[in-house]
């Protein structure tokens, strides 16, 4: 079975259901700008969101940036097999607070697409921010009334201001250790997203 690394994001509006990484840098990336509801491990108290790269912040017990730079260097081994790296989000909600997906059971319907993504069958639509299922990618049978267009929705306003926080985060944390292939995942995020056509999310 091919490899499959899952990444969490709680919850964002903004965030699509799920997309893929466009690349191992792009996906090494993607990790890095995590955040999550905070936990007992990390000493917080209450549901805060926190910037929680890899979902591992409480464990990392080494220089952040040479973290990200161990997961880069597996990309210059000429014999690496680099798994495809998604994205999931499954606790987006609509405009009167309702999640949008019914999560549980039904996730394994995305699963699925990752899957056929990672055989070459999956269909799929190019974004400023990854690829995100196309229209009938997903298996939707027997759920009926789930707003997919909506779940994945990529919007130009809050990517703008997305990764304007992420480049921040990082700047701040990491500073001159920061990899120069992150660096230039942020400025590419942000010109991708510069590129929007108003709401669409598409990739001009």
């Known amino acids: 079975m091919s490899s499959l690394k899952e990444c969490f994001f ?4 903004g965030v699509p259901l799920v997309y893929e990484a466009l690349s191992w840098q792009h996906g090494v990336f993607v990790g890095a700008a995590m955040r999550s509801e905070a936990t007992a ?3 917080h108290k209450g549901k805060v969101i926190m910037h929680d790269p890899f979902a ?9 940036g040479k973290y990200l730079a ?7 081994h000429p014999a690496a097999k680099l798994p495809k790296i998604f994205h999931v ?7 009167e607070g309702k999640f949008l997906w019914p999560g549980f ?19 799929a ?22 707003n997919v267009k909506e779940l994945l929705d990529v919007s130009k306003k809050f990517w703008e201001e997305e990764a304007e926080v992420i480049q921040t985060y990082l700047e701040e944390q990491v500073n001159t250790d920061l990899p120069f292939e992150v ?4 400025l590419a995020l942000r010109q991708r997203v510069s590129q929007m056509e108003s709401d669409s999310g598409l990739h001009p």
């Open 125 to 146: 639509k190019l974004t400023a921010i990854g690829y995100v299922p196309e229209e009938g990618a997903l298996n939707l049978k027997g759920l009926g009334g789930v």
């Open 89 to 95: 989000n499954w606790f987006r909600k609509d405009k």
């Open 105 to 123: 059971g039904e996730n394994v319907r995305v699963l699925e697409w990752m899957f056929n993504r990672i055989d070459g069958k999956g269909g």
């Open 70 to 76: 161990h997961w880069l260097s597996m990309a210059q």
């Open 41 to 43: 491990a990390a000493e």
């Open 10 to 13: 709680f919850p964002a509006k």
């Open 183 to 186: 660096e230039r995942e942020i």
């Open 56 to 64: 591992m912040r409480p464990f990392f017990g080494y220089n952040f």
